[in-house]
């Protein structure tokens, strides 16, 4: 590093002193220049290295004296006169474009949608896109009088309905974790429903994180216009399996466990439903997503197959 510095002060040195013993002589001649070329850097410090201004190509008007410039033109010129503002002819056909001023006012609802997009619809109190003007944020938090913490229910139509606390252990270096294990089942009885499960040392926060894990994985279930199901299907998950079948009006949910609250929390008014296998809550709650799944609506197969729904039933 000692070895960089003094090159690089060395360098400068003789630069300055070359540069002041010739300066009269160079000061004549503008095409004389000294150029400092930083090589690649050793240790932190940039080498120097002279360039003579032979071996920079530059233009031939560049090169040029002081004294053969010519400034005829620019000592003509009054730079405090006024001079008139005469632009160039509009072309032929040349229609100018509106003002801004001249456009078609925007309606109310084209002003509160955009504000809507901007701030969310609670900023006016009424949705023109649809959206739920009761919307909150779920990790909005309040402290209470004792210091705990209170999270408000999401308010987005969705009702939430517990299939199955329990308590389960973990076994640690230090001994057993006990936490709880909730099953929640939402749904906006309109064909829409998700299953979730969430763990905590609470009960309390295990329904409020298997209510969010089932938000999000909400799906839609295929009902024809007697809120039944379209044709019979079956389900398997882990051990569980779950059979489904289509029923006529006035029968109601005919079915037990997690497959009833599933089926009445998606909408289902009309429904024959049956465990076969395991007894496990959650499995079979999933077992029945699984079998409602692979559901489909009559239009759906006969746009695929390009035929009139009137042949599905030949």
Known sequence: MATASTLSAAHLSSLSAHHHHDHRRRHDDPRLFLFLKPSKPSFGFPKFSLLSSSSISRPAAAVTRAGDVDTSFFETVNPDADVAFDPPAPPEGFVPPPSFDDGP????????SAYEELYGPAYSGVSVLGNDV?????????TTGFGKVKR??????????????RRVTKVVKGGKQLHFRAIVVVGDKKGQVGVGV???KEVIGAVQKSAVNARRNIITVPMTKYLTFPHRSEGDYGAAKVMLRPASPGTGVIAGGAVRIVLEMAGVENALGKQLRSKNALNNARATVVAVQKMRQFRDVALERGIPMEELWK
Not at 134 to 142: L, Q
Not at 156 to 165: N, S
């Open 152 to 165: 408000e229910k999401v308010k987005d139509g969705f009702e939430e309905r517990v299939v199955q606390v």
């Open 198 to 200: 969430g763990k905590a």
């Open 105 to 112: 006012l925007e309606t109310e609802d084209e002003i509160a």
């Open 134 to 142: 009761s919307v909150m944020d779920s990790k909005v938090k309040k």
